[in-house]
């Protein structure tokens, strides 16, 4: 898809909330499925699953929940899953921090295949994370603990790798998040850096931004980013509870902070549930709203941005609302640019 020449940038308004504890606990990276289907990622201490949810929620709880999963280190299982993502042809992979390995289903959660084991040479890992399928449909993935970033071919043999441990324009500190665009390049969450740092196919820098702190633009340990069809880059800024949204230069654009209300099927649960109704009488409603330690983001076909709020048991859903510009509705860059509203 081709990159509009610019945007007339209207809003980011909130759609809607997804899920509830009991059936998305800890939901901690997301992947689209067909037919507005989600898998939900859920980890949390000895616990470690995928959930199959609706785009559309559920009208209310029942005992046939969809998913698969269970915790453990036999093929199949998962430990300490980070990301889960999907492929044209249906097919699941989640990566495997402690079990250092990539793990592939099909799209009823039956376990396909594998690659990866422990260690720091060529073709192992110590502490995969965050990954993504390039335009070549290689593996991208974020080797975090050997502090480098490794590729490999769809069914797992190693192709290369690039970066070193350290604070220098190209090395890392524990990279956790990742995400390739349609011209191949990597986008990298330096989390212990706090920082992204976006690469070409080939591992050459292209561009730096953000630095410790919780102010505007400002990253506490990253841990999870999204590239939308604009170019619009998202951060899950896990240690400020925020996501944050920059344009494709790495200017900062908008935050988001949380503005959930109760999903459909939390609000039908509510119903038939006195006490529960009592307690949120008598609660802070404000604080249900924001974010809790959200680890990943994600951004679908339809410019609709999904946030696995980690803590509190919850996807949070906004919509893109924009207007794509061509060359003569869109001027040259400003020297000294303000807006104004009147």
């Known amino acids: 898809m081709t990159r ?19 059936v998305t606990n800890f939901p901690t990276d997301i992947a689209f499925g067909e037919n507005d289907i989600l898998y939900v990622l859920l980890r949390s201490e000895g616990v470690a ?10 009208d209310e709880l029942t005992d046939e929940l969809k998913g698969f999963g269970s915790f453990g280190s036999e093929d199949g299982q998962l430990k300490w899953p980070v990301n ?6 249906g ?13 592939k289903y099909d799209q009823e959660g039956n376990y396909i295949s594998k690659f990866g084991t422990y260690g720091d040479g060529q073709g192992e890992f110590n502490g995969p994370s965050g990954f993504a399928l390039d335009i070549d449909n290689n593996f991208i993935v974020c080797d975090s603990k050997n502090n480098r970033i490794q590729k490999y071919t769809k069914s797992g043999d190693y192709i290369s ?28 969450c330096d989390w212990g850096n706090h920082r992204i740092q976006i690469f070409s196919s080939d591992g050459e820098l292209i561009n730096v931004f953000g630095e410790y702190g919780d102010g505007t633009a400002q990253l506490n340990r990253p841990t999870g980013i999204t590239v939308d069809n604009h170019g619009d880059i998202y951060v899950a800024d896990w240690g400020n509870n925020r996501v944050l949204m920059f344009n494709s230069e790495g200017q900062y654009i908008w935050s988001f902070y949380g503005d959930a209300t109760l999903s459909k099927v939390a609000r039908n649960y509510m119903l038939t549930n006195a006490v529960p109704n009592r307690l949120r009488e008598m609660g802070k409603l404000e604080a249900e709203k924001y974010l ?29 609302d924009f207007i794509e510009l061509d060359e003569t509705q869109f001027a040259e860059p400003l020297r000294n ?4 509203v009147t």
């Not at 097919?91 to 250092?100: K, M, R, V």
């Not at 011209?183 to 990298?188: E, T, W």
């Not at 809790?292 to 893109?320: A, G, N």
């Open 4 to 22: 509009p020449h610019g945007l007339l940038r209207a809003g980011y308004p909130y759609s809607t909330t997804l899920g509830m504890r009991r």
């Open 49 to 58: 699953s995928v959930r199959i949810w609706s785009t559309e929620d559920m």
């Open 84 to 89: 889960i993502i999907t492929d044209d042809s």
């Open 91 to 103: 097919g699941i992979f989640i990566s495997d921090e402690a079990n250092h390995r990539i793990t």
């Open 161 to 188: 790798s690039f970066g070193t441990y350290g604070s220098g324009l190209g090395q890392f500190n524990l990279p956790w998040g990742l995400d390739c665009d349609e011209n191949g390049n990597i986008y990298v």
């Open 292 to 320: 809790r330690r959200p680890r990943s983001v994600r951004i679908d076909s339809d410019f609709r941005l999904f946030i696995p709020d980690f803590e509190s048991y919850r996807i949070q859903v906004y919509q893109k």
């Open 337 to 340: 640019p303000t807006l104004e």
